[in-house]
């Protein structure tokens, strides 16, 4: 069986919504602890809450790009209470799986997609759940050496 589904390669070679948005109404970076790689999500908002648009620029491996690729077609459209309650696993399936030693790649696109609406949340002085916007563990680890 290959390492990588299909469309695993297909979101690689041929990534959807890569680049920036100057006129964002969001923007998340986050980096991965596991591999030092960055990812930046730019998402728009319309009036009603939804994102009707949304790119993505990384400094990461090709299951970064795939996935990264895959949570922006999944979240155009969705309002941003939706896009917040997607999981990496979510985009793993439906990216029909990646090998378990880049399950962390994913964690970044989901990461960066909570990092774009809580840049929207708070610029838009929207009241939110800190509970929705939990600390990575390496966040954690780091306050507690403060
Ligand atoms: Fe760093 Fe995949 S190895 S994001």
Known sequence: MALYSEKVMDHFRNPRNMGKLDDA????EVGNAKCGDIMRMYIKVDDEGVITDCK????????AIATSSMATELIIG????DALALSNQAVVEALDGLPVHKIHCSVLAEQAVRAAVKDYYDRNGIAYDPADFP?????EEAACDL
């Open 25 to 28: 109404d969001g923007i998340g």
């Open 56 to 63: 993505f620029n990384t400094f990461g491996c090709g299951s």
């Open 78 to 81: 969705k309002s941003v209470k």
């Open 135 to 139: 600390l990575s563990k390496e966040e």
